[in-house]
C-alpha cells in the first residue's frame, strides 16, 4: 500500500536526521564554511536548527497522515456498523 510506504519513509527519514542531529548537539562533529578566499565559519547551530526544523516538519507531515488514516478508518467503521 502506497500510504504505508510513504509513512514508513518519512519516519525512516527522521531517525536519519536525527542520527545527523547527534553528533552536532554533542560538539563532536562542526560544520563550517568559507566564502572564495574568506575567513571559515562556524555553521554548526544554523545547521542544528535546519535540522530540527526538518524533524518538526517530518513529524507534522506523519501525524497528518496518521490522524486521517484514523478517521477514515472510523468513518468506515461507522458505516459498515
Request: charged letters at 35%.
Amino acid at each position: 500500500m502506497a500510504y504505508n510506504d510513504l509513512v514508513r519513509n518519512l519516519k525512516r527519514d527522521i531517525a536519519d536526521r536525527r542520527t545527523e542531529l547527534r553528533p552536532l548537539e554533542a560538539g563532536q562533529v562542526q560544520i563550517a564554511q568559507r566564502p572564495l578566499r574568506g575567513v571559515w565559519a562556524d555553521t554548526t547551530q544554523s545547521q542544528i536548527r535546519r535540522l530540527k526544523a526538518m524533524i518538526a516538519t517530518l513529524e507534522s507531515v506523519v501525524a497528518q497522515f496518521e490522524d486521517e488514516k484514523s478517521s477514515d478508518a472510523e468513518e468506515t467503521k461507522e458505516r459498515t456498523s
